[in-house]
């Protein structure tokens, strides 16, 4: 009963410190132009492995996503990349962080990432992160919220006139 207790108090302790930093944090709004720029590296692939654990102080859970990339449109070429998102489930144990991107395994997408510290990370949260299904992108932002109040753009297109638009922002 002891251990259930304490990993409650836990729980709500953790959602209430997470509660207190998503409160004082914004979200940029970034468009097309902003991503392809801000962007290190602009991957297409596809998500092969997930792995979820404590960070170094323990304070967060995290998630690395390894990606086997098909097609590298901007940053230097790899066959897999790492992603690590912040939230994932440890036992009993469930971080989840609005906005946050997360990715299932075999997923077909187009992600945006940039270096965070020690880790590479998803640009603008779910911002950068565009599922790919059927030939067509989409992205999901209906978590996010933004300084001016209005809600994301979810943008939907062909795979190729999405690819070919970055490709064009890159040449500008």
């Known amino acids: 009963m002891k251990k259930k207790v304490f990993g409650l108090c836990f729980v709500i302790a953790l959602g209430l410190a997470v509660g207190d930093l998503c409160q004082a944090t914004t979200v940029q709004r970034l468009g097309l132009e902003d991503l392809v720029k801000k962007a290190h590296r602009i991957v297409v692939g596809k998500v092969s492995n997930a792995r979820t654990y404590w960070s170094a102080d323990r304070k967060l859970i995290l998630t690395n996503y390894t990606i086997q990339v098909d097609e590298n449109i901007k940053g230097q070429a790899s066959k897999t990349i790492e992603v690590t998102t912040v939230g994932g489930k440890i036992g009993d144990l469930e971080l989840y962080v609005s906005g ?40 999901n932002v209906g978590n996010l919220s933004f300084p001016d109040g209005r809600p994301g753009n979810t943008l939907k297109m062909p795979l190729q006139s999405f690819k070919n638009q970055i490709r064009s922002i890159l040449t500008q």
């Not at 991107?101 to 949260?125: C, D, I, K, M, R």
């Open 100 to 139: 946050m991107p997360s990715f299932e395994n075999g997923e077909n997408a187009v992600v945006f990432v940039e270096q965070s510290g020690a880790y590479q990370t998803v640009l603008g949260l779910a911002q950068g992160k565009f599922t790919v299904t059927n030939g067509e992108v989409s992205n």
